[in-house]
């Protein structure tokens, strides 16, 4: 199939996490068919109602603090964060 945007690319296909993806290498447009979008926000949700308890756990408490350098070396260490689902769907 051709791109719609560029209409001269044939679109490339990838697959994740069982959604097949057809996106063109040239404008990067990413095109989905039927029933694909609906499976894609259900999986973000589900992701989103996932890590709210892990993040909500954290709230409250100060960061630990580095006395070793006094007070006004404090700095809060983050971990990574981790890309988002759709994120992680439409690296490629």
């Known amino acids: 199939m051709l791109c ?3 209409q001269d690319v ?3 296909m990838t697959a994740r996490q069982g959604i ?7 404008c990067r447009g990413i095109w989905l068919d039927r029933g694909e ?11 989103a109602s996932a890590a709210a ?3 909500a756990s954290h709230r ?8 070793r ?3 006004h070396a404090h700095h ?8 988002s689902l759709l994120g992680e769907l439409f690296d490629f």
Do not use: M, Q, S, T
Not at 20 to 26: G, L, N, Q, T
């Open 4 to 6: 719609p945007a560029c």
């Open 10 to 12: 044939n679109l490339a």
């Open 20 to 26: 097949e993806i057809d996106y063109c290498p040239r």
């Open 37 to 47: 979008l609906d499976r894609l926000v259900e999986r973000a949700e589900r992701a």
């Open 53 to 55: 308890p892990a993040a």
């Open 60 to 67: 409250g408490y100060p960061p630990p603090r580095d006395d």
């Open 69 to 71: 350098y006094g007070d």
């Open 76 to 83: 809060e260490h983050r971990p990574r964060r981790r890309k």
